[in-house]
């Protein structure tokens, strides 16, 4: 497996998955979703696995999209929703697959960061965690189901003034907010997080991938279609001389 996503199965049916680009805060890109698609259906069909823990190496869960990797060609309207589409594809894995999914979260989770988070069945983080769902501040709409899951778990209002602003939260405010289960210090998330997955391990298998696959089915009906609209709404924005500006900013670290 490619050295920018690691996985590791344990003796006692727990599996981790490790976004491995600790240069760079763990951003994410196209080829590394589909890596990780791959290796969560794999585990997924493995009968020894019964949790799966998902983190970042390092010090942080993730910065969200790789603005320096681009969508692998010309930034056009196709290309861009192809790169999106394999974000997506990660999302629904996800959320359809019968094992259970920890995101333990260490320092930055921002942009497509926090909704991989969000979308995971479980979410711990550590006092450090910093989430923030900056699109609009690189001039695209959220992303990776995050207009669904946002509303849903903290209410539309909320969910859009941490949009429009792009605020950073810390882990407590996240806990408080909903979208958080708990929060350890940076010392006890490691252990604390393997010690959930190691009793959620010894539960039942069969009615654990059942409740899961009956409640995303039930609360996350819509978030197809929201995806859907994603692939619309984004592709798009990319073509705006704002967006470009944003991005050459980023590219040479400018203000």
């Given at each position: 497996?490619?050295?920018?996503?690691?996985?590791?199965?344990?003796?006692?049916?727990?599996?981790?998955?490790?976004?491995?680009?600790?240069?760079?805060?763990?951003?994410?890109?196209?080829?590394?979703?589909?890596?990780?698609?791959?290796?969560?259906?794999?585990?997924?069909?493995?009968?020894?696995?019964?949790?799966?823990?998902?983190?970042?190496?390092?010090?942080?869960?993730?910065?969200?999209g790789d603005?320096?990797?681009?969508?692998?060609?010309?930034?056009?309207?196709?290309?861009?929703?192809?790169?999106?589409?394999?974000?997506?594809?990660?999302?629904?894995?996800?959320?359809?697959?019968?094992?259970?999914?920890?995101?333990?979260?260490?320092?930055?989770?921002?942009?497509?960061?926090?909704?991989?988070?969000?979308?995971?069945?479980?979410?711990?983080?550590?006092?450090?965690?910093?989430?923030?769902?900056?699109?609009?501040?690189?001039?695209?709409?959220?992303?990776?189901?995050?207009?669904?899951?946002?509303?849903?778990?903290?209410?539309?209002?909320?969910?859009?003034?941490?949009?429009?602003?792009?605020?950073?939260?810390?882990?407590?405010?996240?806990?408080?907010?909903?979208?958080?289960?708990?929060?350890?210090?940076?010392?006890?998330?490691?252990?604390?997080?393997?010690?959930?997955?190691?009793?959620?391990?010894?539960?039942?298998?069969?009615p654990v991938?059942?409740?899961?696959?009956?409640?995303?089915?039930?609360?996350?009906?819509?978030?197809?279609?929201?995806?859907?609209?994603?692939?619309?709404?984004t592709p798009?924005?990319?073509?705006?001389?704002?967006?470009?500006?944003?991005?050459?900013?980023?590219?040479?670290?400018?203000?």
């Amino acid at each position: 497996m490619s050295e920018t996503l690691l996985w590791e199965k344990q003796n006692d049916g727990i599996a981790y998955v490790i976004i491995n680009k600790p240069e760079r805060r763990n951003a994410m890109d196209a080829d590394l979703m589909v890596k990780m698609v791959q290796v969560l259906e794999q585990l997924d069909q493995d009968t020894d696995v019964r949790v799966i823990i998902l983190k970042g190496q390092g010090d942080h869960f993730s910065s969200g999209g790789d603005l320096k990797a681009g969508v692998g060609g010309e930034p056009t309207v196709e290309n861009s929703r192809a790169a999106l589409q394999k974000f997506i594809f990660a999302v629904r894995k996800i959320q359809e697959m019968e094992k259970p999914v920890i995101a333990m979260v260490k320092g930055y989770a921002v942009g497509g960061g926090m909704s991989l988070a969000m979308v995971c069945d479980i979410v711990f983080a550590s006092e450090d965690a910093k989430f923030s769902s900056n699109f609009l501040k690189v001039g695209i709409t959220p992303e990776m189901g995050a207009m669904l899951l946002m509303p849903m778990m903290m209410g539309a209002q909320r969910a859009k003034e941490l949009w429009f602003t792009g605020r950073v939260i810390d882990a407590a405010e996240a806990k408080e907010l909903g979208f958080v289960n708990r929060v350890y210090t940076a010392e006890e998330i490691e252990n604390a997080t393997r010690n959930f997955a190691a009793d959620l391990a010894q539960m039942p298998a069969l009615p654990v991938r059942i409740t899961k696959r009956i409640t995303n089915s039930t609360l996350f009906s819509l978030l197809n279609s929201v995806m859907e609209a994603e692939l619309q709404s984004t592709p798009f924005c990319t073509q705006t001389e704002e967006h470009k500006s944003l991005i050459e900013a980023f590219k040479n670290r400018k203000k």
